[in-house]
């Protein structure tokens, strides 16, 4: 059973940062891309970053410089670091492993960014 696990959401203030983790089992990780994507309130889901399995990276524009994707394929393990966090950044954040045509989601952690 594939199972993807999200923790490290929460309220912060504006400029504050939050890491998020997500914990895989069921799945051969280091062959799947895993990536984060985020949904806010009335809005499509959209992606935040991504990292393949040769480690490289893409990012949303408007995390650039911000957020940094990373993984660990011992742990079977993905982290998003958030720095500088705006409240257009408030949504749930979803962790995602793909590997065509396999594609898993992660239930989702709230991630708020209000004074």
């Known amino acids: 059973q594939v199972q993807l696990v999200e923790s490290g959401g929460g309220l912060v203030q504006p400029g504050g940062s939050l890491s998020l983790s997500c914990k895989t089992s069921?799945?051969?990780?280091?062959?799947?891309?895993m990536g984060w994507y985020r949904q806010a309130p009335g809005k499509q889901r959209e992606l935040v970053a991504l990292m393949t399995i040769s480690g490289s990276t893409h990012y949303a524009d408007s995390v650039k410089g911000r957020f940094t994707i990373s993984r660990d394929n011992l742990k079977n393990r993905v982290s998003l670091q958030m720095n500088n966090l705006k409240p257009d950044d408030t949504a749930v954040y979803y962790c995602?492993?793909?590997?065509?045509?396999?594609?898993?989601w992660g239930q989702g952690t709230q991630v708020t960014v209000s004074s």
């Open positions: 069921g799945i051969i990780f280091s062959t799947y891309a």
């Open positions: 995602n492993a793909e590997r065509s045509p396999t594609n898993y």
